[in-house]
Nanobody
Framework: QVQLVESGGGLVQPGGSLRLSCAAS????????MGWHRQAPGKQRTLVAT???????YYVDSVKGRFTISRDKDKNTVDLQMNGLEPNDTAVYYC??????????????WGQGTQVTVSS
């Protein structure tokens, strides 16, 4: 089993910044990919950014140039630096991890979500 614990959400004014962090713990062989999704009330959960072994980061068009995803593979963490926040960024942000367990089976895990509110 893997647990993902998120932190860093909060209330910021438009143009402000937040840094979300996610730490993975538990029993696993490897975590080849981690990322962030978000979901606003009444809307579908959508991809924000991912970072995968062997590839550079990927961002959806709406956050390119504003958000930066990074990993510390030794600590099994992934961060999302969010700059120039806009009201449309308001959502619950979820950490996501693709995990290889000790039996080399592939599983997907989600964090509990952290609220990001951008409002003046």
């Amino acid at each position: 089993q893997v647990q993902l614990v998120e932190s860093g959400g909060g209330l910021v004014q438009p143009g402000g910044s937040l840094r979300l962090s996610c730490a993975a713990s538990g029993s696993f062989f490897a975590i080849p990919a981690m990322g962030w999704h978000r979901q606003a009330p009444g809307k579908q959960r959508t991809l924000v950014a991912t970072i995968t072994d062997g590839d550079g980061p990927y961002y959806v068009d709406s956050v390119k140039g504003r958000f930066t995803i990074s990993r510390d593979k030794d600590k099994n963490t992934v961060d999302l630096q969010m700059n120039g926040l806009e009201p449309n960024d308001t959502a619950v942000y979820y950490c996501n991890a693709h995990v290889e367990d000790c039996g080399l089976d592939f599983e997907e895990y989600w964090g509990q979500g952290t609220q990001v509110t951008v409002s003046s």
